[in-house]
Each structure stands twice: as C-alpha cells, then as structure tokens.
C-alpha cells in the first residue's frame, strides 16, 4: 500500500530527499525484452534539468541517471529497474537559517504535524527535484507505448503563463525555447513577464496541457480504475498542481447534452468535448488534459509565518528557485501520463487478452480544443 | 489489483449493474464497535434516490440497504460490511430498441471495445446507479468522522447550474429542496430553468462544491498518496465528472506567489488559497473541492450515433432520465470525500500513532471562497 | 489492501459470519465472456457441503449460490461477479451457554484481544462455513482455467487421516466417498475410525494433497510474488492449516543436492521433487503440495478454558461439528490452487504477452510422489 | 502489485541481480523518528554474509549498505528509506561457459520460458544474493520492534542439518559458530558432515526454526490476512524453502483434539501446540515456525540438463557456492518475521487503536517444542 508507489502493473517506488545524497526509484512491472540504456532516460530528465535557462532555479544538477539493475545486455528483463540520480549541487546550507520558520504556502507546517519533524533543507521529499525521477520512470513508459503499443504518443505544451493564454500552433516548437510553448511567437512576451517577475521577487502560476495521441479504444475502467480517475490523480501528484480538466473541463457546467456528447458517425467522431475518456475508458480519440499550477510561495518577498513554537516571523525565501514551477512540469506532466497508459496497457491485456470486437475501431477525427 | 475498489485501509469493492438483480459492496476495514445499522444509511440513500421530485429520474427505487455482515448486536465487529440493495423498478425492456446502437456520449461504444460486449440495459455498470452503494459506505464513513475523529464534518451543494452561479449563504438550506442549493431565493430561478430544459429534451451541467471541516492538520502523504491527489480521483471517478479543483483550483494560473501563499500568524491562517492541502497534507483547514459534471447524454433530443457493425443511426433516448446528473451528485461527492479522509485517518494513524509535534495547531481561518 | 481479499488480478473479496444472515463474495478480475452460470458453481460447492455424511457437521445448508452481478445472457461481463448464499440453518442459541467462554484452541481468545469483542456464535468469521464462499470462487477459476488455459486440472485427496497414510491409486474414486479418499479398499478403515472418534467425543488430523496438471512453464514470479510463496499462503489461509509442503517438503532437508535436483533430459524431466516449481515459477511438471490441517477444538471432551473475566471454566462443546476438519477442506484445496493459478495466468499475460521462448516445452515425466 | 514488493504498510521493495552493479531495497512506511544508521543494518548483514567461513560461499561481498534517503540527522523521517549495497567481487566469467546451458534445478528453464531469455550469470535475480537486501529491511523491523512494540524479539537457528536433528538447549550461542547451531556439543559433528559434502562436491538441505517472542495477542486477521498464511509466504518466499511447518506442524495430523488444543487457565496457556497463531490471530505465545530448505543444486557432480535449443548437455557447477544454503537461511528467516510483525503491528493499530479488551492478557505459557 505504499504511499510513495504509483501504478498497479507498471510500478514506480520513489524515494529520495532534495538534498539528502541521491534521489531514484525502483521501476517494477516492466515487461522483457524492450531495448533500454541510461541514453533514453536522459532525453527527458534534459528537458526537466534545473538552471536550463535564467527563467529556472539555477540550481546546478547533472541528472545523469544510473540503471543499476533490471536491464542485461541493453535490454530489460522483466525484474525490477532501479533508477539512481546523485544530488550533486545541494548547498544546504542555504536552509540553515529558515531551520524553526514554517514558511507559508509550505509542506512545513504539515509535515511537522504529520511527522513530528522535518527536514527543513529545501523541502525534503516536498521538493519538485523528486519529480526527476518520475520523468525517468515515465521516459520508459514513452519508449515502451511507442515501440509495443502500435505508436501511442505523449507531448504537453504550456497553454497559460498568468493570465496570459497560449495555443499550440507549433507542437515541434516547443522544445525550442525555456518555455515550453508551442507559439514561438509568443516567447519574448514570456521572456519579458518572467524577467519581470524576477526582478519584482514574486512568482506565477501556469497551465499546462497534457495529450497522448493513438491511444486504442477500450483502456481504463468503469469504476475507481476509470482512466480519467486515476489521470486526474497523476497530474494532481505533481507538486503545486491545484487542478485537473480532462476535454472540455470546468466549461461542461455550462454546456447542453446536446453540445457535449461528441456524435459518431462511420466516419469518425464529430468532436472531442469528452477528451478521449468517457465512462473512464478511452474512446481512441486524443486523450487531452490540463493541469494548473500555482505559483511557488519561494519569494523574495517577505510573508507572514511562524517558528515551530508558534511565534510569528517573517520569511523571505534567497534559495535558487523557479519564478514559474510550472514550466517545469511540462515533461513531469507528460511523464505521468505516459505512466498511466501503460499501466492500463497491462492492466487491460491482463484481463481482456481474449477479447477482439468486430465493431469497428473509429477515427479519432479532431479535438475540439 | 482490483479495478473496482476505492479505499485502502478503509476500502470498498463495489459490484453490479443498474438492470440486474442488485446493487452492493463489501466495506473492508471498518474499526470495530462503531455503532451502526441500516438506518444510518437510508438518511444519505434518501437524498440520492431517484424519483425525489420532477428534476430527477422518474426511476422508482426504494435503495432499502440490508446490512448482511460485520454488525453484531448493533455493533461493527471488525470484520467486512457487506451492503445489498435490490433493484425493484428496472424496466429492462425500454433498452430493447438500443440493443445494436452505440449511444454518442455514452459508454457503449468503449465497452464494445473494452470487453468485446456490453450489456445495453441502462448503461449496466456505466450507470449512475452505482452511486448508491458509494453513498452507502460513505454513510459509514462519516458516522465514523463524526464519532471518533474528533467531528469532521462533510457538507456539499450546488455551487453552479448551467452558467448560474450560486453561493452557499445558507449551508442548512441544502437538504430543503430538490437542487442541493445553499441558496433558497435562488431556487424558482432554477426550476424554471430545469422546467425549460425538460420541456426541450436537452440536459445542463453542474459544478458542485464539497468541504470537509475540522479535519486535523497531518492527513496525507507527500507523494502518489497525496491527500489532493486521492480526492482529484475521488471525485473523479463519480460519473459524468470532467474536472476536479482544490482551492482556488484553475484561477491559481494567474495568480502570483505573493496573492497566494496562505500567511500564517500566531492567530491563524489568514486565507485559504490551498484549499486546506499544501505538500499532498492537510493544513487544518478546511478542505474545499469543486467538480463539474457533463450534461448527460440521455436526451429526446435526437443524435448521431452508429450500431454494433459500424451503421450511421440516429438515436432518441426516452427513458427516464436526470436533466441534470450532477445534481444527484451532491451526496455523491459528500461520501467519497468522506471515505477518503477515513481511509487517511487510518492511513495516518497505523504510520504517525507516535507523533505529537510539540508545535501548535493553528486555528483554521477564514475560506478564500 | 484489504484483508479479507485474495487475488492480485483475480480478486475475491468475502463476507459474512458463520451465524449472521448470508455470506458471500465479489469477485473481481474475471475476463469477459466465460459462459457461466450458477449451476457452474453448486457442484463443487455439494462436495463440501456439511451434513453430506455422518462424518462431517450435521449442520443442514442449501449452500445455493445466488449470482448477484457480472454475468449477463449467460457469459460474463468483465465486471464483479457478486454470489451471495444466504445462511438457513444458522441455530444460534446453540452457542448461547458459551457466549462468556473462551474455548481452547478457538480463535474467542485472540478476536477478544484484536476486535474487543467477538461473536460467540460458531466462531462467526472464523468458521469454516467462510469456505463455501472460497470454493464458489473458485469453480469459476477452475473453469476459466480448464477452458482458456489450455486444459489446467486441479484435484485433491486425503492422503493421510491420523496416523493412516493413504496413496491415490484412483484418482477418479475421490468423490464416490464421504472422505475424498482415492483408495477405495481403505474406506472400511476411514469409516471405523472416525465412527469410534465421534463415539469417544474427540477429533483427528488430516492431511490433504492437492495437485494441477497441465500448467505451462513460466506462472510465477522471482521473489515476493512466487508461486510457491502465495500457493502456501493460499493453503495456510484455510481455517485449521498449520503446515504447507511443496514437492518433497520437509523430506528435502534430509536430501543430497544430488538426489533433488530434477534431471532434464530432451525427452523430458526425469523427476519431480521440485512440485512443480523452482525459483518460484511453474516448471510445466505437476504442481504438487500437502496441507496438514489440526484437529478441531470443538469436542464433546471437557477442557480447560477461562471466561471474558479471566476465570477458569470448564468447556464442552456440543453443537453440531465435523470429527475431522480436514476432510471438507479437500475441495477448499482445490479452489484456492484454482484461484492461484487463474490469478498468476493473468498477471503472467498482462507482463509477458510479448514473450516467447524459442526453446521447447519440456515433456512434464513422472511426479516423484 | 508490485511482485518485488513484501509488506502492507510496512513494504519492501527490493531489486538487483547477483551479478549487476548493485542490490537494493525501498522501505516504505517506517514510523517516523526511530533512530537508525547504517550500522544498525550491518550487525545482521555481517551474519549473513558470504565468506564468513569455508562452509558458506567463497564469494567475497563487504555488504556495505548505504542508506540513500528517509533518514534525517540520525532519525527515520517517515519517508522512504532506500539501502544500496553494490557488488564487490561478481566474477560474471565463472559463468561465461554456462551461457546456453540450462542447468538441472536452477530457475534457468523457467525464467526463459517465463521472460524469453535470462541473466545466466549466478542466477540474476534468483540468487541467494538478493536476501541481503531482505536482512537489511528487516533489521529496521527488528529495532523497531524492540523499541517501539513492548520488546517483541525474534531468533532462530538451524535445527536439522541433513538427517541429524538439533536442539536448541544454548540460545545464544547461535553466534558463535558458522552453522548457527544452539547446541555447541555438536558443531564438531556438522563440520565434520560439511567438510565431507565438500569433498564429494555435493550438498544438503537443512531446516530452520525461527520464534518470535513477547508478541501481544492480537496481531493478524481472520481470513487472506492471517498472520500464519502470511508467515508461510514470507518464509517460503526464501529461496530454496520447500516447507513451511507453524507450531506442531504436520504432526498435528496424528493428533486428537484433546491433545492439541492448547488449554488455558487463568494461570495461563498450558501448552503451545498452535505456535502462537490461532485463528490467524496471536495468541501472545512465541510464535514459532519451521522451515525446510532444499539442498542447493550448484553442486560439482555432473547432472543431466539440456542447452536452450533442447539439446543434452552434461552439467558441473564450479562457481563459489554454499554446500548449504540452508545455513545463510537463518538471518534470512528472521529478518521475514521481522518484517512480518512490523506490518501487522501498523496494520493492527490502524483497524484497531481505540480496542482494549478487559479480558486479562494470559501469560505465554511453555512452548510445547
């Protein structure tokens, strides 16, 4: 029942604090056979790394990750896959002097009443650097759904940076600029609103969006193992996610059944209002999520907290950190969701490995969004 | 593994379909000697039922729970509380015209692909009927938080229909109409609405709000077990639900660091941005979540769908069906909120029985919302 | 995590006390469209069926199962699979002079100490009438195995009664006798002594085999998920197992490495003291092991107990109970091998579908035993 | 459903082969401030490391654990604790001629019919090797157990080597020589046995007894949680283990009710037939269990097997191997009822935290072994 594992078939144990000496996970689930080496991980934990640009904590890891088991002559095995990433540059003591304070909008005042203590240097196991590990855990899941699972594939963009909303005219632009944005066009209005965020010591929150696309029809499950269940917990366990919209989110409360339900015909489906789940089953359409993140309370700016005797302080946060912790979760977004749908690949060939329907497959036709 | 239990030390696996025989689960994991019988249930069952008033399904059950085990003498002993409840009024016939076609918006078409068949009689287990056996264990759950859990406390309303928003200034008035709406005066506003949806053979959506109060800070865990993380797939998993807020939800993208972080003073929290949940932990304060459900797909309005060999059809549904699903999604969401935090009590409580933090508990504050 | 669920992928989860009003199951996990009807499960649930003979509790059930959900027009659904059996001959207040006695070798003791209370009506959840539910379970395993997986067998025998070793010289003569025996000549001997057990009050041990044949190489996993780790917890699981032996057993510890070791040879495996299994994974050969399971306490011969107030008193039991236990676990064997490998044969496919090995199956040869 | 994963609430997740870089473990769910460093772990570790005398492997491992995460200045944190033990001294070579072998009672066939191929190098993943890692988890349980659950501890020793049965009249001088035999007088005995089976290049099985002693009544379950179905799949889940026994074992097939049920006066327990474990529940007596390891089959007499075309081949193991893996076993086996105990302590205390019986907890009694 571990807390810190995620996914049934296809599972991953993290563990590893921010500035304890490493970080990493046991990956356990993983069928035999699948071409892997350390190369294919690194991809992605790149696209995550800390101090990329000026607009990301200048923190300065290597991430290299280390397979230490699992894997034989460049391909898996079908045990175990642990994952080893040192911390390299922790500089704890940076931390020393916040040691008493719980900071606002922090996990310090809840973890010292769930634990009893803390560990105050950089947020411990509350710290967004646990999230490299996912991104290497989800790396395997990318390369596995590509290659076994008829070419399922994951991208994520950012859709909202403040109150300034973005479209994905150029889904390969995306990994061209420290943003994560699909509109190139658009990047020196980030560039200028980051820099100014800086300057001014406050931070933003963001939105990103998440799609996988060639998603057969038919993952996921009626009831709590419903794809859109467990979709809405993997994004909401990536730090400082608020909230999770699968197709048209929050704007269904206004909508007419007329409008929503995305007709079918021979040809295809008319609409994607659904976003690829309905009855928490994909429907082969494009699955298409949004996550928003709020923006870290790590600031310059001093707020109001207490110490860990109750006494009001004032707390202004010198470490190295993100204005905008959301552009950073564009990969740990796409991460999670490329975990999840070879979870239910598993899961649903465990128990449906007879079944083939003579209903024809639809065409996905397009995404409403 | 199982796909249809919610809950880990305090789970329920839930069984059957909205046209057999019955509707039940088995409730593992309750504490012994919590005082309990059927009419603990019916209460929370009767504000679910269908057939309440004109705005719900005209369906005619009498949801009578029978408690087969795990009470002795008027007690929980410890051991499973299995719950059955026997459907009375199914009318398996009015399907008989739907038996080939696979209905836009519904879960016929992924059932089809899923499991190579589907039982076409109400949706079987892709029914908001099964949201009687969830209301059920959830009764349980918040007898449980009430009496040994020093009061939590779980209430839900309707917080918006259609574009009508609508606030909660009178949380007592919730039970006293048809909508779950906190707002009395606001009531004819939407009959009216409903009366004109009907009449038209449309639906509308809905967006409900759910708050836990007096929750102890400390509930959670920081990473997959994150106490937001369990309640986005919670609140997920009901039917017809399309996105999960926590807090200030979406509207945290524009928000700056500054704006919220939640300050804290030796008198308390001085907002509730978080919405009661910093780090995957609660703070102690309240627990606030929002949900939006589709308008549902059942309508006289007619549709383009395809039947089993792939045919364009044109389909009406006149069955009995909600014009807003998510208005029977209030209680709904009240006891899946509850199950949670009793599954986390427990959780907790089997990890941290040792812990006291010698700081001290602040008082909640004001909600943000 | 529930604790009253056995299965990983095929799940049951049970229900209900020996003396309350029903007991039951959900089982979930099954795969859709195995034809299945109740009369699939009646006939192993009348092999263990008390009051069968005057060798097992007079105790007069129907053991009908009622299948509540997960099977429509004949075939399952892919969803649970509830079955309830209502309780008929409960007679409670037989135990009503015991309600503050503590019996010997009962589980009033230690239910005290765990739950506080206990039901003092026939053990309640600690009866074997918890076993219909297991065996009702598993007929749908034992079919999905026989008809998917390629012809799996399962059967059981009393292979010791006290001190009376018995062979199985005919496999097929097992259910032509109250005892499971498949040595026919021995039945004479079996029926004197346990006649003269029930006239002096007093109860004996059993030793049950229990063996499936057919079982492809490759079921099973390295370390915590092994076959032979979960068969012995399956057998262990049954009311009155005190002892679980695969292959050889505790005949091993007296063995050379040079005697053990099952010899391959292209034509075949030369020997079978493995049971079946090595390294945790099925080896194709028969999978072979033994449960010994105690006496049962519940005599008419006087012993010494204490009551809830922990003084000494004298206990004698007089309701209706089986001189020998073990006899009746011998279907209950047979499920729980069933379940298992149903259970291992899903979760193998959900990770290895991809998987084929080049080199031949080898010929099972003769079991050692 | 992790298949590397043991333990509930207190989970084990262990990876790594016997011949790649590193064998670890994940501990999820240990309580939070317990005191523990490194060498904690290194006190069991060095018992049951190889190389310790000429009867054990000539491998040459330091078994250096390093804990990587979930401790914080000398105290457990609450969150995952991660233990890394490299590899020192593989010596992949020894197996190089091997490669395409299959070698007559090693896990070779299955894995390869199981994963479509396999790490011929010393087993992988099925190598005794792996129970290091078990050690390491278990000595946290123990500690904890110690010092945080009223002093429960836990001892075994071997207790058949062969054919020659050994007592246990000098407990602690399991330490003080290679066999972990508790009875001095006989260490001459097994040496001379030993030095004997090396010679002629072959091996032996042993049995291991194991006792946990000062366990509270109460710990385990009813039905698939029962604390000696769990105890029978921790101990089997050893490698090599063919036979599980709990208190009287399989001589409880030979006894009469009144000679097994353990009697109870207000004195206490009069016997302790059950092994502390009725009803899958403690009794508060030693819980004492048997274990039966095969010989090992890496022995130097040639055996028949076939290569991974299904040729014959003549097999002779000439790696560094144990003549006895029983004897490395013992730490093994009590680092499982370590583990065992620990978990059903969080999970006992999370069902059960507001029990307390009235009834007067019995004292032990004698064991009847």
């Not at 810190?4 to 990493?24: D, P, Q, W």
């Not at 057969?216 to 193992?225: D, E, I, Q, S, V």
């Not at 999770?244 to 339900?261: P, W």
């Amino acid at each position: 029942m571990s807390e810190n594992t995620f996914g049934k078939l296809f599972a991953c144990t993290s563990f590893g604090e921010s500035h304890g000496s490493a970080i990493g996970c046991v990956v356990d689930g993983c069928p035999p056979n699948l071409e892997l080496s350390e190369a294919d991980l690194e991809r992605d934990l790149a696209r995550r790394r800390p101090g990329r640009s000026r607009y990301t904590s200048q923190r300065r890891e290597t991430d290299q990750p280390r397979i230490l088991s699992g894997v034989f002559e460049g391909r898996t095995t079908g045990t175990p896959i642990a994952i080893l990433i040192e911390n390299v540059d922790q500089r704890s003591r940076d931390y020393e002097k916040v040691r008493s304070h719980l900071r606002p909008g922090h996990a310090d005042y809840v973890y010292l009443h769930k634990y009893g203590h803390r560990d105050h240097r950089g947020g411990g196991r509350a710290s967004a650097r646990e999230t490299a590990v996912r991104v290497a855990a989800g790396a395997i899941a990318r390369k596995y759904l590509s290659e076994c699972c008829g070419g399922i594939r994951i991208s994520a963009w950012l859709s909202q940076l403040g109150s300034t909303q973005l479209g994905c005219p150029q889904p390969l632009a995306v990994d061209d600029n420290p943003f994560f944005c699909a509109d190139p066009e658009r990047v020196p209005e980030l560039e200028e609103q980051l820099q100014s965020l800086i300057k001014a010591g406050d931070s933003v929150g963001a939105e990103v969006t998440v799609v996988a696309r060639a998603v057969p029809p038919g993952l996921g499950a009626p009831l709590y193992g419903r794809l859109d269940a467990e979709l809405a917990a993997a994004l909401m366990s990536i730090n400082a996610a608020k909230a999770v919209a699968i197709g048209d989110g929050f704007e269904v409360v206004a909508q007419r059944g007329s409008q929503h339900r995305d007709e079918m015909t021979p040809e295809g489906f008319c609409s994607n209002h659904a976003g690829g789940i309905v009855g928490g089953i994909s429907t082969g359409q494009d699955i298409v999520a949004r996550v928003a993140f709020k923006p870290t309370s790590s600031i310059r700016l001093p707020g109001r907290g207490i110490d860990v005797d109750g006494n009001a302080v004032e707390v202004v946060t010198t470490g190295r950190h993100d204005p905008c912790v959301g552009l950073r979760a564009v990969p740990v977004a796409e991460a999670m969701l490329a975990h999840l749908l070879m979870d239910h690949w598993l899961r649903h060939r465990a128990q449906n490995a007879e079944v083939s329907s003579s209903t024809p497959q639809l065409p996905a036709g397009e995404s409403s969004r």
